[in-house]
């Protein structure tokens, strides 16, 4: 008879498995979700994914509800293996318990050591662009991208028709009810609930797949780097959560996407944008958490020790009166995720200018995102976004100002504050904040040929110490 295999919440695909002989231990631990306050829907989602797994399973899977993870492994009380974990506190946990053989990882196209080879071979100069050119020939996948072609971004957000809606079951019905019972019991999570927008299984996911690689893929390069609206009419593909609770594999995914672009279905420029995300980004953030060792955080580069406000941590959209991120707060707080660019220039780009503490502004991003989890953070929050890693995998911090968001986003029109201005009433907060975070930080940007050059415009002793004072009495207080 097979071990048991323990699949953990982000394993719940059918490639976690090898055949059909696996009895299946899932564990279910309210204690995680008291521990740290999830965005609720990302809570739903989880639990959803887990229950809809041991139904699908059935006789085969056996779902413990337990404390802790320790307690549910000795309740089965039989000889246990996993695929490796997806987080570093989860594999040390696998290490300590006895008996427990722990699979090579799964979900991922890359090889660890071969990973290790080439980042040996870099010597600490670690970029996504010369990963993807090394692993697009590695893994033979270079012949099959179509010719490359090149799309100005439009303005507007691409009409392409919305994914299908999920429809929730009697299973949902039921994690609705508990997590109500939860917080009435004093679990505390933050975000709106609302409809399942997620899938929460494979057959769920590959419809979704299905439907972006037909439907959504021909309109997906083209509001690439431009902020999306609430609803996510950006075109993007809103397939992380489901990569990443494992429920989709990405290998058949990109192959999908390059069968389409060789036989025409689908525009090059969105075939190369999702084969980049999917096999570049994805890999090279997975690859990187595990090849840098575990103290990767707050290396203390720029001057970042001020706390999340209170309206931020909270997602009060409502508090909040610049329009860009309004709107992004209010995306997060309505669905537990907005596009990638929002992520970067609005809301990590606000956190860089204010100082705010990379590891916090990364456990803000891991509990209220949907697709939120610890080998991502490292990379795109402590290393690009907040620029805390000493450089060792962007060249540059992404600091920009309001004239920046208004070339690339739609929200300026309608907004209270003036892009242009960084002093006064009508002064927009990512101007002013940018200037305040130049010359706080001018010693250590003096190196960065952009920022140097705008530091160089903003010389000027008197407006320096004006926008300063103006912004250290704007403090922490909602714009
Ligand atoms: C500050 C910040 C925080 C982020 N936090 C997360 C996170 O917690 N989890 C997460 O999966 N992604 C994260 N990302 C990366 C990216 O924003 C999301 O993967 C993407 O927005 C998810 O939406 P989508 O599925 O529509 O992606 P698409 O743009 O349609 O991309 C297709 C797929 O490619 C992968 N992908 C694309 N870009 C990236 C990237 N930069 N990094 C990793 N995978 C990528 C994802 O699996 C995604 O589903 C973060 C980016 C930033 C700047």
């Not at 997806?86 to 300590?96: G, K």
């Not at 075939?271 to 995300?277: I, L, M, T, Y």
């Amino acid at each position: 008879m097979a071990r048991w295999r323990w699949l953990l919440a982000d394993q719940l695909g059918p490639h976690f498995l090898d055949d059909d002989t696996h009895r299946v231990l899932l564990v279910e631990t309210r204690a995680l979700f008291a521990r740290r306050r999830l965005h609720r829907q990302k809570a739903h989602l989880i639990l959803s994914a887990l229950r809809h797994r041991a139904a699908e399973l059935g006789d085969r899977a056996r779902l413990v509800r337990a404390d802790t993870f320790r307690e549910a492994l000795t309740a089965l009380g039989a000889p246990v293996e996993m695929v490796h974990p997806p987080s570093r506190a989860a594999l040390a946990f696998a290490r300590t318990v006895d008996g427990l053989d722990v699979l090579p990882p799964r979900g991922f196209v890359t090889d660890r050591a071969d990973f290790a080879a080439w980042a040996d071979r870099r010597r600490g100069r670690l970029r996504m662009t010369d990963f993807y050119r090394y692993a697009l020939d590695r893994y033979d996948l270079r012949a099959h991208l179509p010719p490359p072609t090149r799309r100005p971004p439009r303005r507007t957000p691409v009409d392409v028709p919305p994914p299908p809606a999920i429809v929730e079951d009697d299973i949902d019905a039921q994690v609705r009810r508990d997590l109500d019972r939860w917080q009435a019991e004093g679990i505390r999570f933050v975000g709106r609930d609302g409809p399942r927008r997620y899938p929460a299984t494979h057959a769920e996911a590959r419809a979704r797949l299905v439907h972006f690689l037909e439907h959504r893929l021909p309109g997906y390069a083209e509001t690439d780097g431009r902020l999306g609206d609430r609803t996510g009419r950006n075109g993007d593909s809103l397939l992380s959560s489901s990569f990443n609770l494992g429920l989709l594999d990405p290998a058949p995914a990109i192959r999908a996407a390059l069968h389409a672009g060789r036989n025409g279905a689908a525009p090059a420029a969105g075939v190369h944008r999702f084969v980049r995300g999917l096999f570049g980004w994805r890999e090279f953030l997975w690859q990187l958490y595990w090849y840098f060792e575990p103290r990767f955080r707050g290396a203390g580069w720029l001057a970042a020790n001020q706390p999340l406000p209170e309206w931020f941590d909270r997602l009060d959209a409502d508090a909040v009166d610049a329009r860009c991120l309004a709107d992004a707060l209010a995306g997060v707080r309505d669905t537990g995720w907005v596009d990638r660019t929002t992520r970067l220039t609005v809301l990590g780009n606000y956190g860089l200018q204010r100082g705010w503490r990379p590891a916090e502004l990364a456990d803000w991003f891991r509990r209220s995102f949907v697709d939120g989890t610890d080998w991502v953070m490292n990379a795109t929050v402590i290393g690009m976004s907040q620029y805390a890693d000493l450089a060792r995998i962007d060249t540059h911090p992404w600091a920009f100002d309001g004239t920046h968001l208004d070339r690339i986003g739609d929200h300026c029109g309608g907004c209270r504050y003036v892009p242009k201005e960084a002093l006064g009433d009508p002064a927009c907060p990512y101007t002013a904040g940018f200037e305040a975070f130049l010359h706080r930080n001018r010693e250590r940007l003096a190196a960065d040929p952009r920022l140097a050059a705008e530091l160089a415009e903003r010389a000027d002793p008197a407006r320096r110490d004006a926008v300063l004072a103006q912004e250290e009495r704007r403090g922490a207080t909602a714009p």
